[in-house]
């Protein structure tokens, strides 16, 4: 059995199919936060130690509450992953940034990048 990738799930009150799509790619979800709670828009906020991916639903966060998160995560070196709360979205970016179905965690690509924040399959001009 391979090992999952520990992640937080930033955005929304509830996840629907996300969960299902996300064990596929290895993905555990560790902690979910709906980002509703004013206290998530302070500078100084930690995510949950062995974190090892922060996932943003960026329909769901304001723009304070997900620059908050993107700091926390740059602060202890963990990959952020930015999307819609869509399944379609999600495997889109997943697959963007390495995570692909089916791989186990030591087969993801060292050359993929994080996500910037834009939305998957969008290039800037």
Request: charged share 20%; net charge positive; with cysteine.
């Amino acid at each position: 059995m391979s090992q999952y990738v520990s992640a937080v799930v930033v955005g929304a009150d509830r996840l629907g199919n996300i969960p299902e799509l996300l064990k596929g790619h290895n993905i555990a979800i560790r902690h979910h936060i709906s980002g509703r709670d004013p206290s998530h828009q302070k500078k100084t906020l930690q995510l949950p130690s062995g974190t090892e991916l922060l996932i943003l639903l960026t329909d769901f966060l304001g723009h304070n509450v997900m620059k908050t998160f993107r700091a926390a995560a740059q602060r202890a070196g963990i990959r952020v992953l930015a999307c819609r709360r869509s399944v379609c979205s999600m495997k889109q970016a997943l697959d963007q940034c390495g995570y692909c179905e089916a791989c186990d965690k030591s087969v993801v690509s060292e050359n993929a990048r994080p996500s910037r924040g834009g939305r998957p399959g969008v290039r800037a001009a």
